[in-house]
């Protein structure tokens, strides 16, 4: 050992609210794989912060090796960090990894001479490899996954999936920095399946981790103040009876060393459970668990193109039941811009999809990422997608340029109007008087929102738009409209006030309250929320506790009185 050497690991997230779980993977590899005088410490930041101010907490440091983890929502900041670390730090030797890079190698080590190594794959080990071999200064040649220079040759490793379980990530350091933020938790490695968009079939087959050491990380995660943690195994229940009892753990600690208000998040293949699974998950408190399902589309042709194997007919079974407990949030995705997809067929999905009701459905839109085999056959796969991160799909040979927008469109409809949950009843309502499918209903306001400046609106100024966009539709009843809408308004906003589209000045309000009050009282510690429906001459009113942690919503009451007089 010539030298001390110290190097940082870096992670830019999407959000503040998001940890990350890589750069300290790769410091559990620091620890166990590198030689003694060899120090690595993590930096995590975020795309939404000046990136002067990253760049002054790495420099702090000194790092003589600077790691960057590198995903296709942070990369281009990542490029743009990498250069102004450089001008700072002339002599750091900077490395990167992660799915981004892993697979464009070559591509990443010719654009930007600055880097001088990618790893492609997991890292753990050639991360501590690359620290031993700089601080020796010996060769870096035979470190699996490392991509490098060799005078003017591009040297490309496959990617790194060793038979190893990877050391825990979660150390004191990790703890104190997670800070209440949403936490992850990974149980395995690789995938069972080989979906032609994702990246997670070249990852080699599931490797899962000591059971008891997936327990044990599960409690500590519950204990840290955080109130949601996401496990990030691909599917986690490909293994049946090892989901089962990891799901029975949780039941069973539960408000004893899991406190209560933690949830826990999956991400399952929903035509995989069996029937004790969906017995076993109806039995966990209510909002300790929830589930994203991702059904990617129900056309039989375009499943089949992808190498998605589902079993749509219990999908949808499963769901349903899964709903019926009502004891989980239930979150199914779609994707815009698949094989063989057109507007009718996406259309077709969309409504089955939204028909199972479940608590969010996004529809996302497909991205070719490197490595992923889309991306690598064209011929097969044939679109346009944008060059740039994160490589959108733009057009098809079933969906035209103008159509996607148009998907776009609705997607943003969707969100609002349906997955903030602040719309359910008036959803409700308008699909049972509209006539129109699910779809044609968020498709066609989409392209209403998308004629006005709705994205700097307000909750309040949207739904004054949702409500004077829907009360011009000819089979619906304006009255019944804004009585739905006031109900998801009191039932979803703790303010207790509506806003100004659906306020109606009427002293019968205060009379109504004041005999309600007399008969059935109040809790006055507990703030409460009043209106007046007029289609049925009720007095709704909402106490702001015990929300409901998995619709979000709190109890909407309703009292009879009299309107006429």
Request: aromatic share 10%.
């Amino acid at each position: 050992m010539k030298d001390r050497l110290n190097a940082v690991i870096c992670s830019l997230n999407s959000q503040y609210i998001h940890s990350s779980l890589a750069p300290w993977c790769l410091l559990a590899g620091v620890e166990k794989y590198c030689h003694d005088g060899i120090t690595a410490k993590v930096v995590e930041g975020t795309i939404n912060e000046e990136p002067q101010k990253v760049l002054e907490r790495i420099i702090s440091s000194r790092p003589m090796v600077l790691g960057f983890c590198c995903y296709i929502w942070n990369v281009t900041t990542v490029i743009a960090l990498v250069k102004m670390v450089k001008e700072q730090l002339p002599e750091c030797i900077i490395f990167l990894g992660g799915p981004e890079v892993s697979y464009n190698a070559k591509e990443m080590l010719k654009n930007y001479p600055m880097v001088e190594y990618v790893v492609s794959g997991e890292g753990e080990e050639p991360v501590a490899r690359i620290l031993n071999a700089i601080a020796n200064q010996s060769e870096i040649t035979g470190i699996p996954g490392l991509c490098y220079r060799r005078g003017d040759e591009i040297v490309v490793a496959d990617s790194h999936t060793p038979c190893e379980i990877p050391p825990s990530p979660y150390t004191e350091s990790y703890f104190e920095a997670l800070k209440g933020r949403i936490a992850y938790l990974e149980t395995s490695r690789g995938c069972p399946f080989s979906c032609a968009f994702c990246l997670s079939g070249r990852c080699g087959g599931v490797r899962h981790y000591d059971l008891e050491r997936a327990k044990h990380e599960m409690l500590l995660l519950a204990n840290s103040g955080t109130q949601t943690i996401k496990l990030v195994d691909r599917t986690f229940n490909a293994n049946s009876r090892r989901a089962k009892e990891m799901f029975r753990f949780i039941i069973e600690h539960y408000r004893i060393d899991i406190p209560e208000g933690v949830c826990f998040h999956f991400e399952i293949a929903g035509d995989l459970l069996d029937e004790e699974s969906i017995a076993l998950i109806g039995k966990a408190p209510v909002g300790s668990m929830q589930f994203e399902i991702g059904l990617q589309s129900f056309n039989a042709q375009t499943l089949m193109d992808i190498n998605r194997k589902t079993n749509v007919n219990r999908l949808k079974k499963n769901i349903a039941a899964l709903l019926k407990n009502e004891n989980a949030h239930i979150h199914i995705d779609l994707i815009a811009g698949l094989p063989h997809e057109d507007m009718k067929s996406f259309k077709e999905s969309f409504n089955t999809a939204f028909e199972l009701s479940p608590h969010m459905l996004q529809m996302g839109f497909l991205k070719l990422l490197h490595g992923a085999p889309m991306r690598e056959n064209s011929e097969e796969f044939p679109c346009d997608y944008d060059i740039k991160p994160p490589y959108v799909v733009k057009k098809t040979p079933w969906l035209s340029e103008g159509e996607m927008m148009l998907l776009h469109q609705t997607e943003h409809t969707l969100d609002r109007l349906y997955n903030r949950g602040r719309f359910h009843r008036t959803l409700a309502y308008l699909l049972s008087t509209m006539q129109k499918t699910p779809f044609d209903i968020f498709f066609e306001f989409g392209q209403f929102l998308d004629k006005t400046d709705e994205v700097q609106k307000s909750l309040d100024d949207f739904t004054a738009l949702v409500f004077s966009y829907f009360a011009s539709q000819t089979t619906v009843d304006k009255t019944t409209l804004r009585d739905c809408m006031v109900c998801d308004r009191l039932a979803t906003n703790s303010s207790g006030k509506l806003p100004k589209a659906l306020r109606v000045e009427d002293p019968m309000l205060k009379m109504s309250i004041k005999k309600l009050e007399q008969i059935n009282g109040r809790k006055k510690a507990v703030k409460r929320g009043y209106a007046l429906l007029y289609g049925k001459s009720l007095l709704a009113y909402v106490d702001y506790e015990d929300k409901n942690p998995v619709t979000g919503e709190y109890v909407l009451h309703t009292y009879p009185v009299n309107l006429e007089t």
